[in-house]
């Protein structure tokens, strides 16, 4: 892909969302109908993940980021047994990378976009490296920094949970239980402990007062800190409210053979432990 055929994607992209007609490289008028039928040949091919990446990279366009990274996750999910374990870990760590860049400067239903994607990579991936499995841990590094970055990484627990709790098209019930389990017994409690220190934080204000003192900032800036609770409380409590409704108190026996019966898909065993404490959520009161 090169410079004018982003610039054709980019007036696609345009017709699109906002239904106004672009012209075509022939002079020709393209409605929205027809410009939705060009940019699905995006998730065509995984051949065209290489030209998603180049939209990503160069366009300053939010809608053909969204249906970049849109296609990125059709086709990551379609083509996924196409891709070498090397290859998968790249693609995450690519994605990871831009929502660290680029993320705080984003329209939101590009950030929600691409946090799917690599909540759907992490969950496909999920046995093939521990890399996958580490998802929480590179989190951290969000909720350490910038309070964009902050709710960013709050966001990224939020659909990790949601995405390893839904059965993914083209996967098996025992596929999705085993990866479920897994989950829960490898990864949730260190979310639940995320979500509870970050609180923690925001009601000492830790947060802000740490930015602050490492940036220096005047005493205008430390105004805007004030609405950060506001703006971080409610995604926290969303990330807990989630997590202690995982449904981790009954967990599916899988059969060993790998099969599904009807007898066995309706089949639970109890805990293997306790579940996540239980306690109220109290809206922040400023």
Known sequence: MDNQQLAQVEALCESLYTGAPSTGENG????RNEAQSRLLS??????YI???????????????????SNS????????????????????????LAYLANQGPSLQDFVTVS?????CRITKLGWFDDK????????????LQATVDHCILGLKILNQLVDELNIPTTGRTLTQHRKTSVSFRDVCLFKVF???????KQLQTRAIGECIVHSLRVSTWYCTILQSWPSTL???????????????????PIINSGGSETRSNLGRTSARTHSPLPQFRLYRHQP
């Open 28 to 31: 020709e008028t393209i409605t």
């Open 42 to 47: 995006l998730q065509s091919s995984a051949d």
């Open 50 to 68: 290489p030209q998603c990446q180049y939209i990503l990279d160069n366009s300053q366009s939010q809608y053909a980021r969204l249906v970049a």
């Open 72 to 95: 990125l996750t059709q086709l990551i999910t379609t083509h996924w047994n196409n891709f070498t374990v090397p290859q998968r870990i790249d693609i995450r760590n690519y994605v």
């Open 114 to 118: 691409l946090i799917r994607l690599v």
């Open 131 to 142: 890399t996958h499995r580490e998802l929480a841990d590179d989190v951290t590094k969000f």
């Open 193 to 199: 402990q995320l979500g509870l220190t970050t609180l």
């Open 233 to 251: 409380f409610p995604i926290i409590h969303l990330v807990l409210q989630h997590l202690i409704s995982f449904p981790f108190c009954l967990i």
